[in-house]
């Protein structure tokens, strides 16, 4: 079964028009990290939660927001993407502090910008 | 600051070769942890392992196994007997302890040919 769930798998938008992108968890871990991932690239890290404090990396754009709701449910806001934002977004997620610390990944978000 | 460097793009073998895939990492912090991660073509990243800075100890795992030498800061991967579903980008990554952030290495792309 799934553990992190990312969806849609693959969404489409149009160049300015706001979308979101939507992760959730059934392992109740602490962390929740947005990655993004363009092709034939590492995934470079945009920002994550440590329980309800959001850390935002320096040279993430401001055009990206990031909401946690809950512990479950997060979300990666994209206000007026630009087609250099097409990518593969990756939700994971871990609980710190304890032995055996790594991040689950749900299966990436697809987003193509026309 | 830290930073993963996977020389290899990408490496094509043989199926049942054995194949190394190299990890170099820098880092100020003196306690670290270091992962690999494998991404099949479905695009889910999969944890493989993770080593403390303070366990310099080989670890084998069926066919997989790393090699960790503090002294030349990599951290090796080697798969032996490798078979087609071997097929994927691997991904070495560091973060600090008592860092939420994990960094990733831009991956090598490893083919395994029938």
């Known amino acids: 079964d799934a553990m992190v769930i990312q969806n849609p798998r693959y969404q489409v938008t149009q160049f300015g028009k706001p979308v979101t992108l939507s992760c959730s968890q059934t392992?109740?871990?602490?962390?929740m990290y947005w990655y993004q991932q363009k092709s034939s690239q590492a995934p470079k890290l945009l920002f994550h939660y440590y329980d309800k404090d959001f850390n935002n990396e320096a040279d993430t754009p401001d055009n990206f927001q990031s909401r946690r709701p809950n512990t479950s449910f997060c979300f990666l806001d994209i206000r007026s993407p630009g087609l250099g934002d097409a990518a593969m977004y990756l939700c994971?997620?871990?609980?710190?502090?304890?032995?055996?610390?790594?991040?689950?990944f749900g299966s990436g978000t697809q987003l193509s910008v026309l | 600051a830290q930073k993963v460097t996977q020389a290899q793009t990408e490496i094509s073998v043989v199926e049942k070769e054995d194949v190394t895939l190299d990890c170099v990492y820098e880092t100020r912090d003196t306690t670290y942890y270091l992962f690999w991660y494998k991404q099949p073509p479905s695009g889910e990243l999969v944890f493989l392992i993770r080593r403390n800075s303070f366990d310099e100890q080989n670890e084998i795992s069926g066919r997989y196994s790393w090699n960790f030498q503090k002294s030349t800061s990599s951290f090796n991967f080697t798969i032996t007997a490798s078979q087609v579903v071997d097929s994927a980008v691997y991904f070495c990554?560091?973060?600090?302890?008592?860092?939420?952030?994990?960094?990733f290495g831009k991956g090598t792309r490893l083919h395994i040919l029938p």
């Open positions: 392992l109740n871990h602490n962390v």
């Open positions: 994971a997620t871990t609980i710190a502090g304890t032995a055996d610390e790594k991040l689950f």
């Open positions: 990554a560091l973060s600090a302890w008592r860092d939420d952030k994990i960094i």
